[in-house]
Each structure stands twice: as C-alpha cells, then as structure tokens.
C-alpha cells in the first residue's frame, strides 16, 4: 500500500514550540508511525511543486493523508479539484483535525465544515460510539487526551455515514471526532485531534487509529460500476 503524507508545514516553520515537538514536521513524525512491512510511505508539502500532488504522485497514492491549518487557501483550486477526481476514483483520505477548514475536505463535503474552538489546555476523552467498527480495532472503551484544543458542536458536516468517536471536553462540549464518508469510488475519515502544539501526535493510541484508518479508506479491488445506457441482459419479451 502507498500511502502519501501532505502537511503545510507552516507552523514548524514559525512557532518554536511545533518546531521542537515535530522536528520532522508534523509529516514525518505521523509517516514515521504509518511505515511498516507492508505500507511504504512518502511525504509532499505545501511548498513543494504543485503542493506534491502531481498526476504522477496522486496516481500512485492509495491513501492521502493531510494536515492544514493556517494555509488553506493557499492551495490552488486546480490542484484540489485534482485530488478530489482522484476520491472520487477511489483514492481512500484521512483528514485530520484543522483540516476540517481544507479546501478539498469542504469540495467533499459541500457544507461549511465550520464549527466552535477554544485553545485552553483542556482534557479530551474521545469515546468510542461504533466498537465493532475496523478503525477502532484495539481501542478501549475510550482515548484520553490530557491537552488538547476543543472542537465543539455544531460541526456543519452532513451527517455521517458512520460515527465512530464523540468527543467529550472538559469545558462542556461535545464534539463528533471520528467520522467516515463515502464519495463516488472514495473512503474519507474524518480525524479529529492533533493540535500542532501537543504531543497528540506521540500518542500510541491515536497512531493506531489512523494506522487503522489508513487500512480502511484504502480502495478495494471491486469491479468498476458502468454507467449510461445499458444493454439488456435478457432478451425481453414483447408483452402482450
Ligand atoms: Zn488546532
């Protein structure tokens, strides 16, 4: 499986304490836990060529994961539309937290994708709300986060076509943390934590989760759907 890393890659530029907690930047560190036997993975960045997102790299990526927070818009529109057409082929995404703002998770989704927020230190208790699901596969009841940014309801996503987490935060809100779509051919999973300036990233509980996501996004080999104007497969016989 090919899996593709995309990360801004601002922060750990501007910000000494991302700086010192990712000093591979945030790609690196998520690539360094998704690496195995069987799963090779690369990592592209905002300021590469095309963001690293050419037709010949897309085309060889079974699932794109990706990390944006304060560069959204400098994403081209052409090169989102690009990676959209590939979901919608059937490249699996993982989209984590702020990239709930990303160009390419908004075009997917068609809403806003706005929700509430607060940077104040506050304990996440992730619960789990789908246990037989594969992303949750060796995960307890819940994950507890001791710091991290709250996202509160509303999330103006549409409804999901599964729920995996609801997220619970120590100032009160709510918040649906784990989520998975289906568009066209794609798999999308929606991931919420990982605030740049916590270690979430380190967590072994969260790197399971999307290890487990990557796994599940990923296409699977099925025939191709033909569409337009069919042939009938029976004679059909003249009715009287
Ligand atoms: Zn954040």
Known sequence: MNVLVWNENRHEQTNQVVADLYPEGIHGTIASFLKSDDVTVRTVTLDDEEHGLTEEVLNETDVLVWWGHQAHDEVEDEIVERVKQQVLE????????????????????????DLKWREADEKERLWVVDPSHPIVEGIGEYIELEKEEMYGEHFDVPPPDELIFMSWFEGGEVFRSGMTY???????????????????????????????????????????????????????????
């Open 90 to 113: 059937g490249m699996g995404v993982v989209v984590l937290h702020s990239s709930h703002f990303s160009k390419i998770f908004k075009s997917l989704m068609g809403t806003s994708c």
């Open 182 to 240: 289906r568009r066209g051919k794609g798999k999308i999973f929606y991931f919420r934590p990982g605030h740049e300036t916590y270690p979430t990233y380190y967590n072994p509980e969260v790197q399971k989760v999307i290890r487990n996501g990557v796994k599940w996004v990923k296409s699977t080999d099925n025939t191709t759907p033909k569409y337009g104007n069919a042939k009938p497969l029976e004679t059909i016989s003249e009715k009287e």
